[in-house]
Structures are given as structure tokens and as C-alpha cells.
């Protein structure tokens, strides 16, 4: 009988965060069918994030997940990173082992493009965790493919939070407010998980007790995780624990109903150095502007974090 699982390509900058999101779609079979595991340019430079991508899938005992490298850079720009956040090997916090596992030798945009035309249209969802150069990249390549992907659930921008790496952008869209205009315009059905939402799913210390109190490889490590990836937000914000902000998307995918948002207008700042990488959420419906993202606004945190902790606990 044909899986009903979801089939999902996970596009990715690790990035604790984005590791925990990994774990988390790893440990979940029966909902998601991870098909591949792109690395892009972001939060570290891309020789790390590929490496960080196969670290994880062995800490998940998925030494058989297919990663791929893809853009080393943002479309047009220079690389911006976040060792200030995720330290210098991105992955700070537990001593991991290298990576046994493979490289693919495919280019990620190539995989990407491949698999979109291989798999019936409209039955594969893209889960991009980083910049989205290479969803731009894939979607500049092959125009054919934005009809065939089912939905794109990422995770960036902020409208009420606006910015983390300036006083307006979030890091994700900062990095590439190209390819995030290019995204967003696509007309694909685009789920968004901005820091509104993120920064409501807070690590505090008892969540992070559930974690450890795991006594599992995995538990541990996003522990340690955890602990080190908090100190950047506890600073800035004064908050009560890390944001876990890439783990909205695939928790979304396995429990939607944790999650509320609006379908409104989201359109992204690309000329204004003062505003650059800004998503302009119309909240409110104050232009004509025609919706094209659903915004995501709130969740049921605690459900959120039980979620993960089951989930998690599985590996
Ligand atoms: O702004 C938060 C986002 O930037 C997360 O995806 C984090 O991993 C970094 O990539
Ligand atoms: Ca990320």
C-alpha cells in the first residue's frame, strides 16, 4: 500500500535549530518521507552545513538519508553567516563524530529540480530552513517545476518581531532577499513560520530537562544544543530559552493544528539598504496587495515541545 507519509525535501543551513527540525522529521516515518536533505549557504559557510547535515542524519541512525550540497553563496550578494549565534563549526554545543556517511555528487538544485519532475506533480513539499538560494536557483532553472511543487513550509521573515540580524530583516531572508522575491512571487502555496511565531517556542529550562531526561544519543546532543544556541537570544531578548525556530516547519507538517496564522500579502525589501530583507506582512489588509503566503502567528507551545520530546525520544 502506498505510504501515506509526506514526501518533503528538507533545504537547510545547520544550525542547531535546523537540527532539531532534521531529528525531528527523521524520527517521524509515518508522516514524512524525507526524500532528500539539501545544504545551502547560511548560518556557516556551505563546506559545514553539508558536513552538519550528515552529522545529524547519523546522530538519527539515518546514515541512508541522501544530502546534497547546493549554493556556496546568495544569489547576488556576499555570504552573510552566524557563528555569533551557532558558533564556528555551526553545530556547538555536543561532540559529535565526523560524518562516515556520504556526499552526493549531485548539485542540490539539480537534485531538487530531478526529484520535482520525477514524483507526480503537486506530491512533494519543499521545507526550506535557510536562505533560499537554492530554491531560487531551482525555480530560476526549471520554471516548469513551481506547478509541480505541493507547497513550500519555511521558515523565515518577521512582521511583528521584525528583525534578528538587523533592526528589520530575519537572518533566512536577510542572507538572500533575492531569492526570497523570487520565492514568495512564485505563486506556489507558501507556508510561513516567521520569528512571530518562533519566538514563542522558547527552550526553557524545563523543556530542555525533557530533552536531556531523554538519556538518548539524540536527547543529549539537542540538549547541548540547546544550551549553547540560547545564550544569543537570552542576551538580545532577555528570553526564557532558545527559539526553536526551524522545528516549526516540520511540526507543522506532522500536527498543523498546533499552529494559527492569516493567508495575507508578504512581499519582500530588496533596494532599501536601511530595510534590506524585510517581509512586509500585510496583517492588517491595509493594500490591495493580492495574499500569497499563509503567516503563521501562534502556536500551542507546550503541545509543540511534547511533540518533540515523543518524537525525539524515538531515536
Ligand atoms: O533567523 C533564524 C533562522 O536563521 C533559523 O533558520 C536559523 O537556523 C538561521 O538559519
Ligand atoms: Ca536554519
Redesign the pocket.
Known amino acids: 500500500m502506498a505510504s501515506l507519509a509526506r514526501k518533503i525535501i528538507i533545504d537547510t ?1 545547520p ?1 542547531q ?2 537540527a532539531v527540525a532534521i531529528l525531528l522529521a527523521l524520527a517521524s516515518p509515518e508522516d514524512l518521507d524525507v526524500l532528500g536533505i539539501t545544504a545551502v549557504a ?2 556557516v559557510p556551505l563546506d559545514l552545513t553539508q558536513k552538519n547535515a550528515r552529522i545529524i542524519c547519523e546522530l538519527a541512525g539515518k546514515a541512508d538519508v541522501k544530502v546534497f550540497a547546493g549554493c556556496d553563496r546568495p544569489l547576488g550578494r556576499d555570504l552573510v553567516t ?1 557563528e555569533h549565534v551557532h558558533g564556528k563549526t555551526g553545530l556547538d554545543g555536543p561532540d559529535l563524530p565526523d560524518p562516515k556517511m556520504p556526499l552526493q555528487g549531485q548539485h542540490a538544485v539539480d537534485f531538487i529540480i530531478d526529484t520535482l519532475r520525477a514524483e507526480r506533480s503537486g506530491t512533494v513539499t519543499l521545507c526550506p ?2 536562505p533560499l538560494t537554492n530554491i531560487a536557483t531551482a525555480l530560476q532553472k526549471a520554471p516548469d517545476i513551481a506547478q509541480r511543487i505541493q507547497q513550500i513550509v519555511l ?2 521573515g518577521a512582521y511583528f518581531e521584525v528583525g ?2 538587523t533592526p528589520t530583516a ?3 531572508i536577510y542572507v538572500d532577499p533575492e531569492a526570497a522575491d523570487i520565492t514568495f512571487k512564485s505563486g506556489i502555496d507558501i507556508v510561513v513560520m516567521p ?1 512571530d511565531v ?1 519566538h514563542k517556542a522558547l527552550v526553557t529550562r524545563a523543556r530542555n530537562d525533557a530533552f536531556r531526561d531523554l538519556g538518548t544519543p539524540a536527547g543529549i546532543a539537542v540538549a547541548q544544543m540547546t544550551d549553547f544556541f540560547e545564550r544569543f537570544d537570552k542576551e538580545k531578548y532577555g528570553s526564557a530559552g532558545a527559539p526553536l ?2 522545528p516549526c516547519v516540520t511540526a507543522y507538517l506532522i500536527k498543523p493544528e498546533l499552529f494559527t496564522g492569516r493567508h495575507v500579502n508578504v512581499e519582500i525589501e530588496t533596494q532599501s539598504e536601511l530595510t534590506l530583507g524585510m517581509t512586509v506582512a500585510d496583517w492588517w489588509g491595509v493594500t490591495d496587495r493580492a495574499p500569497n503566503a499563509t503567516f503563521i502567528g501562534d502556536l500551542d507551545a507546550d503541545g509543540f515541545f511534547a511533540l518533540l520530546a515523543e518524537r525525539i525520544g524515538r531515536l
Open positions: 543551513d544550525g535549530d535546523d547560511g548560518n552566524a530552513l535557510g521558515m523565515g534578528n540580524i530575519e537572518f533566512n520569528l518562533t525556530h526551524d
